[in-house]
């Protein structure tokens, strides 16, 4: 019984301990190793630390250069970290690889209204389903 409360207690601290940062180097195929660079990315940025997050989501974008997904995490990287120029070409560019993608579209309209672009923004938004 305490053999295995102890070896609970070793298992739990020891993966407590793990840094997102060790995503980086496992063995998982390329997107699966990209989606958990960009979900770490994303917390980073949650936690103002711009420079973990950049390296995780450029480490994503290594990995999976044409996803649409993390295309939309880094131009939201750029956009929180005040280049919102950089953001506008990255949503552009998940918008041109997947143009049928609802995702893709409604992130690069929302963008162009934040920017002030709003004929641009009802083209890329038009037909979409609206959120409910």
């Known amino acids: 019984m305490q053999q295995t409360f102890l070896l609970f207690l070793v298992i739990t601290f020891l993966t407590a301990c793990v840094d997102q940062r ?6 998982f195929p390329a ?3 990209a989606q958990a660079n960009v979900r ?13 997050a950049q390296q995780a989501l450029e ?3 290594k990995q999976a250069p044409y996803d649409p997904n993390v ?4 131009a939201v990287y750029y956009e929180k970290s005040g280049e919102p120029g950089i953001a506008g070409q990255y949503y552009a560019k998940a918008v041109l690889i997947n143009p049928q993608s609802k995702i893709a579209r409604r992130n690069y309209a929302n963008y162009l209204s934040r920017c002030g672009y709003y004929q641009e923004a009802a083209f890329y938004s038009a037909n979409l389903p609206k959120y409910r």
């Open 22 to 27: 060790a995503v980086m180097t496992t063995s």
């Open 31 to 33: 997107k699966a190793k």
């Open 40 to 52: 770490a990315g994303l917390n980073y940025l949650q936690k103002s630390d711009f420079v973990s």
């Open 59 to 61: 480490m994503a974008l």
């Open 71 to 74: 295309l939309a995490a880094i």
